[in-house]
């Protein structure tokens, strides 16, 4: 197990609170030497602590695209394996483009000893996520793992988010996409 020093979680506190700090400004605020705030900055990221991406809200309150989120879990019959499942997104040559439009987010399950996925499927209407749902995504896994690979299926509409990575309560301390600064430093959990 990894566990951060003080230093470590100064810098790491200060990138929760906004992504786009620089090591120059992390230093101001956290008062770390800005070479120390640059070289541990950069151990982290190599050593996959850190890790960085932008967020696109698609719904109303972001771009407005979709209306809907929808949780789906597909539990695979017994015999298919975590291991297939990865062969499987890690051989698909066209793995960036597989439903992309759709799917939010997805995981690799347990589900009553079987196999499953999980994924969060967007969509304009909850009829257009069942349709691309049926028509796309579960005619994609039937195609690689066999017409009667899927055991079970569950779906759940998702109503308003409350907490994602830990830190961001998008009703409580967010404002334009950045922890408000009067959200306690110590509110901010690192480890």
């Given at each position: 197990m990894r566990c951060l020093d003080?230093?470590?979680r100064y810098i790491v506190r200060a990138l929760i609170r906004n992504p786009r700090c620089s090591d120059n400004r992390?230093?101001?605020?956290?008062?770390?030497?800005?070479?120390?705030?640059?070289?541990?900055?950069?151990?982290?990221e190599q050593e996959g602590v850190l890790s960085y991406y932008t967020a696109i809200e698609m719904q109303a309150e972001g771009t407005g695209?979709?209306?809907?989120?929808?949780?789906l879990m597909i539990k695979f019959k017994l015999g298919i394996t975590?291991?297939?499942?990865?062969?499987?997104?890690?051989?698909?040559?066209?793995?960036?483009?597989?439903?992309?439009?759709?799917?939010r987010d997805s995981y690799i399950a347990?589900?009553?000893?079987h196999i499953a996925l999980?994924?969060?499927?967007?969509?304009?209407?909850?009829?257009?996520?069942?349709e691309n749902v049926q028509g796309k995504i579960i005619p994609s896994l039937q195609k690689n793992h066999g017409e009667d690979s899927i055991q079970e299926l569950r779906t759940i509409r998702l109503l308003d988010p409350i907490?994602?990575?830990?830190?961001?309560?998008p009703m409580v301390n967010m404002n334009e996409g950045f922890i408000n600064e009067e959200w306690p430093d110590d509110a901010i959990f690192v480890e």
């Open positions: 003080d230093q470590e992390i230093s101001a605020l956290t008062g770390v030497p800005v070479r120390t705030v640059s070289r541990k900055r950069a151990r982290l695209r979709f209306s809907t989120q929808h949780m975590r291991s297939q499942i990865v062969q499987e997104i890690r051989s698909e040559p066209n793995v960036a483009d597989v439903y992309s439009e759709l799917i347990e589900m009553d000893g999980v994924m969060v499927v967007e969509g304009e209407s909850d009829s257009d996520v069942a907490r994602r990575l830990h830190n961001y309560l």
